[in-house]
């Protein structure tokens, strides 16, 4: 490729950047403009991911002994997987390191993922889910630069955000350089819901914020980074490859599902109000083909929507399996753009025995007990709504220092 042919595609790119406000975290410039490779034009106005931006990383990885994190998600935009696109360019990947759901995201919600092997590929697998979040230095062991490439909704307890906090703990007392390609956040223009409280810590709230976070997993690091929220208050060496042609306010529809009970952007819409229903007696209707678009159990007011859960790809075994589960069918409602708790408030009121709604995850899933508290006392949605707003200004105040689009 000749120099001048290198300049034009660099002008290309960085001109992008600038005009989404993007830039490459704690990266020297110079460096990206070494051996520039590119298969496609850039579209000014196609939404391209981090991992689709790969002029901006690969001169990185040049030399380099690479871990990577990633899943199904972790994909360019024609389709090939980011594992499969860095070692036909020769980077030398060391291993996989896989989250809940494993690495082609076919593991249950919860369910124990173990170690393994690439049947693709031969690269090990290492699994962050079960009893290894945290991967140990031996794991780690020869690792250079370690590349994180997940796809996140935006919700506190989605765990992905809680596997990058310990991804960037380990390189940080391992010594080693992370680089984030961001993607897009679904559900990225919402900031809402109650403020985690620390004593309800735990790996489906990792950090102090609200249950819709509205940040991009890129923002999110950087985020963790400059907050300190590491072990000790370490930081590690993080470098952000950001989106282009991104601004919050895009629609932006999942190329490939982020789990399996996520099926589609009504689902990954709705996914932050209808999860809080994993900590009661209602069903999100997993053993169906909608999850999380519709709910209901055997202890609601019979209706004309109702549902029986039965085994199916992402629920070996769903709640109330081969029970009639009545409630509502949200598959066709319009876009929410804030929390919902309006279902969430109806099912408790109109449950059969109240004294069995709630369950202990529940208080995990909201960071507080409060919530439920609330919920039990008959507060208005209104009220509710009404104190969570200064735990939300503080909250969009810290966020606005890293934030990227």
């Known amino acids: 490729m000749s120099k001048n042919t290198v300049l034009f595609l660099l002008m290309v790119v960085f001109s992008c950047g600038s005009a989404n406000k993007s830039k490459v975290e704690n990266q020297n410039p110079k460096e990206v403009e070494t051996e520039i490779t590119t298969q496609n034009p850039i579209s000014e106005s196609k939404i391209l991911t981090g991992a689709d931006n790969y002029t901006s990383y690969l001169p990185l990885l040049k030399d380099k002994k690479i871990g990577i994190v990633t899943n199904q998600t972790g994909i360019l935009t024609d389709k090939t997987h980011l594992v499969d696109f860095l070692l036909s360019k020769k980077v030398n990947l060391s291993k996989i390191f896989a989250p809940e759901h494993g690495f082609r995201g076919t593991a249950d919600a919860g369910e124990h993922v173990i170690d393994g092997k690439d049947a693709k590929t031969g690269l090990s697998i290492i699994s962050l889910y079960g009893d290894n979040k945290n991967p140990k230095p031996e794991q780690l062991a020869g690792i250079d630069i370690m590349v994180f490439d997940l796809q996140d909704v935006g919700a506190r307890f989605y765990t992905y955000i809680s596997s990058l906090h310990y991804i960037m703990e380990a390189c940080a007392e391992n010594n080693i350089q992370l680089i984030i390609l961001d993607r897009p956040n679904p559900n990225g223009s919402i900031v809402d819901g109650p403020i985690l409280e620390k004593e309800f810590t735990s790996f489906v709230g990792m950090h102090q914020i609200p249950t819709l976070h509205g940040m991009t997993i890129g923002e999110y690091g950087k985020m963790i980074n400059g907050e300190k929220w590491l072990k000790n208050g370490i930081q590690c060496k993080l470098t952000v490859i950001p989106c282009l042609n991104y601004t919050r306010e895009m629609v932006y529809s999942l190329p490939a599902k982020p789990s399996p009970n996520l099926p589609n952007d009504q689902s990954i819409n709705l996914y932050a109000s209808l999860c809080f229903f994993e ?51 949200l598959s066709a409602v319009a876009k929410v753009k804030q929390l919902e708790l309006k279902w969430l408030i109806k099912s408790y009121q109109t449950t059969s025995d109240k004294t069995k709604f709630f369950n202990s995850f529940f208080t995990k899933l909201a960071g507080t007990k409060k919530l439920q508290q609330q919920i039990e006392a008959g507060t208005s949605e209104t009220e509710i709504r009404k104190s969570w707003e200064s735990g939300l200004l503080a909250f969009k105040k810290t966020r606005s220092k890293y934030l990227i689009y």
């Open 279 to 329: 900590g009661t007696n209602v069903s999100v209707g997993r053993g169906t083909e909608k999850q999380f678009q519709i709910y209901g159990s055997p202890y609601l007011p019979k209706s004309d929507f109702s549902f029986t859960p039965i085994p199916n790809f992402g629920a070996k075994e769903p709640v109330y399996k081969d029970k009639i589960c009545y409630g509502e069918d």
